[in-house]
């Protein structure tokens, strides 16, 4: 056990006016298991990236561990994964490897066989085991889940909670549930470290959001009535100004010397109050700094004139005449929110490409309902080209229902002057998310759609799913979700 101190950290883009991150004081035990969480864009890889030292900063970062990256760069996929194991890890014991392997239920005939014909899961795993191998290293781990089945993701749950030391970047509620005992949520204007998984930190930030709502509420009407106060005080001291060069009835000349001085306790009196108002302005500057907005999303959507809208009757999918669905029998009624459950290669995706009207050789009945509009999310996003106003025109949908969906997810409005395929992995996500509520469909197809998605923003797709209640197909391997929005589930083999 070592500590990680992270003193005054201070770190802006080169080019950029904005600090990313300012002042940052962090004290982590070595031994912690720590999961990294935040919006898209607050920066979570590239705090790991100042851990690395792969950037210069200002402050100081002071630690006896090696930090070490997952995901490792692979340069030559053709190596057996045995050299692959030994690339990440020089110092490797045999013993050792086989040890990981088998936590993670990985055969150890996958050593001897290219890298390249791995599967994504095995990949993963095959990383995971080599780094955490290397004696003296603590893991800094970037989204391992992303394109993972619920079962890969279960036995890398059941492995993380077997180690220590790591920071664990995920949005994946369930893994960072089972295997993580300190939280880092890096906020608007600050980053916070909890003790606990994440459901205690969000409880935790519900509270303390209240608190802060419930202040401020108070604080907006004390400054109203501050200000209120200060007009008619000063009001009241340039009427008696004025009266020193009014004549008595007497005839007499009033006192301008008394007058004067009553007028200047006045005026003093309502610089006290603006003083009090502007302490009290100051202090509601400070509230609200790190509550996360999690505003209503919009779905325009557009009722089906039947019940039912899909139906598919001991459907078989065949590619070169292997057979790659298995009799599958399931139907789509309005309101259902369907689940398709397996293993990666199970054919999940080759139903959703079927009933979105790919040309693939099939057997048994699929029935659509005519004049249906289906809306599709794709797990990739790499066509994503252009500028927003291209993109809206041509998939025909409102710009402004779309840009409104997507401030609501956190965009940022400089965001919207770039193009398309200058943005992160999550933005892309989320427009496509974002243009997939705002299209008038009856079928809502999703595959994969919360990959590089944060967590604050999975909660408000929840929410808005749950309220529109819009028919739907997903493929997804966030349990916290699909328990949330499924409404039934088709378990493929």
């Known amino acids: 056990m070592s500590l990680i101190n992270i003193n005054n950290l201070t770190f802006a883009y080169e080019g950029t006016y904005e600090n990313i991150f300012e002042n940052v004081n962090l004290n982590i035990d070595s031994s912690w298991k720590l999961g990294l969480i935040g919006r898209n ?102 989204e391992p889940t992303n394109h993972l089945d619920m079962e890969a993701r279960e036995k890398l749950t059941e492995y993380l909670n077997s180690k220590s030391g790591f920071i664990l970047v995920s949005h994946d509620r369930t893994l960072l549930d089972n295997s993580v005992d300190h939280i880092i949520s890096i906020n608007k204007n600050k980053i916070d470290l909890q003790k606990g998984n994440f459901s205690s930190y969000f409880t935790n930030k519900e509270r303390e959001d209240k608190f802060e709502l419930t202040q401020n509420e108070k604080l907006k009407s004390e400054i109203s009535e501050l200000t209120e106060a200060s007009k008619r005080t000063t009001g009241w001291s340039n009427e008696v100004e004025k009266t020193k060069y009014n004549k008595r009835n007497s005839g007499l000349r009033p006192d301008r010397g008394f007058i004067g001085h009553k007028s200047a306790k006045m005026m003093q009196r309502a610089k006290a109050i603006e003083k009090r108002r502007n302490a009290s302005i100051e202090e509601k500057s400070k509230l609200l700094k790190n509550i996360e907005k999690q505003e209503d999303l919009k779905i325009v959507g557009s009722e089906y004139h039947t019940k039912l809208l899909l139906r598919l009757n001991h459907l078989n999918i065949y590619y070169d005449d292997k057979e790659a669905v298995h009799d599958v029998t399931f139907n789509i009624n309005k309101g259902d929110r369907v689940i398709l459950k397996g293993k990666n290669g199970s054919g999940k995706s080759s139903i959703l490409k079927l009933i979105l009207g790919k040309d693939i050789k099939y057997s048994g009945d699929l029935y659509k309902g005519s004049s249906l509009k289906i809306s599709y999310i794709s797990q990739d996003t790499s066509f994503l080209k252009g500028t927003f106003k291209d993109f809206c025109f041509d998939n025909g949908i409102d710009e402004t229902i779309f840009k409104t969906n997507l401030r609501k997810l956190d965009f940022e409005r400089s965001e919207f002057e770039k193009n398309l395929e200058d943005l992160s992995s999550g933005q892309k996500k989320k427009i496509l998310i974002a243009k997939s509520l705002t299209e008038r469909a009856n079928l809502y197809i999703w595959d994969e759609p919360l990959n590089f998605i944060d967590v604050f923003s999975r909660i408000q797709i929840e929410e808005v799913i749950l309220k529109y209640k819009p028919t ?22």
């Open 472 to 493: 739907m197909i997903i493929v997804e391997h966030d349990k916290a979700f699909i328990d949330k929005v499924g409404s039934k589930v088709v378990e493929l083999d």
């Open 41 to 142: 864009g607050r920066g979570k890889t590239t705090l790991l990236n100042l851990l690395l030292g792969k950037y210069e900063y200002k402050g100081t970062i002071n630690t006896k561990v090696n930090f070490e990256y997952f995901p490792f760069e692979i340069n030559d996929l053709n190596k057996l994964t045995i050299e692959i194991v030994e690339d990440i890890n020089p110092n490797y014991e045999y013993w050792q490897i086989a040890k990981e392997l088998n936590l993670l239920s990985v055969d150890e005939e996958v050593l001897y066989r290219p890298f390249y014909t791995l599967s994504n899961g095995e990949r993963i795993k095959i990383m995971l085991a080599s780094l955490f191998t290397k004696e003296n290293s603590f893991l800094l781990i970037d």
